[in-house]
């Protein structure tokens, strides 16, 4: 390999620090937030649906640190750091993964990727159609999340359950 090869690894490693640093906030941010509403007495309900795409990305990190030790042990420097770099990229996508396949749902609202949504601003739920099956929750401020079809009959629930006590608060 030559010195672009080199300049290549070097680049996609700095775009993964820069990738793994913003997932790390947003964990952080999702922890500090499911705090907060736990502090205003809120029924807090976590939804996990990320374990085998962690599982997954875990299996093949392995497998990139076994390729990369193999080629360091062959003297090929570059295709060993080359592998230890998407090893890197597996845990970064394992980070992103529980990240935004988790969904806090709360009284008055939910938190996807670390930030804060209330049930108001959703507009539509609709299908998506891509290699992971979900759906496209539409919200007022043009944000979308995804949810799985494990926790979207639950979303559906809170957000019915939330509109039915909107009204009955109008109504009286």
Request: aromatic share 16%; glycine share 4%; hydrophobic share 50%.
């Given at each position: ?66 390729f ?7 003297q ?97």
């Open positions: 390999m030559d010195i672009v090869s080199w300049v290549v690894i070097v680049l996609v490693a700095v775009f993964l620090v820069f990738e793994g640093k913003e997932a790390l906030s947003g964990l952080i941010a999702m922890r500090k937030n499911i705090e907060q509403i736990k502090k205003n007495k809120e029924d807090v309900q976590i939804y996990k649906d990320y374990m085998t795409l962690v599982l997954a990305y875990a299996a093949f990190a392995v497998l990139m640190v076994v990369g030790v193999y080629f360091l042990m062959n090929n420097y570059p295709y060993g750091f080359m592998f230890f770099v998407l090893a890197f990229f597996c845990i970064v996508f394992i980070i992103e993964a529980v990240l935004t396949r988790t969904l806090v749902l709360y009284d008055n609202g939910f938190l996807y990727a670390g930030k804060m949504f209330k049930y108001r601003s959703v507009l539509k739920i609709e299908e998506k159609k891509k290699f992971l099956k979900g759906y496209r929750v539409k919200l007022t401020s043009e944000d979308e999340i995804y949810v799985s079809k494990k926790i979207r009959p639950l979303f559906e629930e809170k957000l019915k359950s939330f509109k039915n006590r909107k009204r009955g608060r109008h109504e009286k």
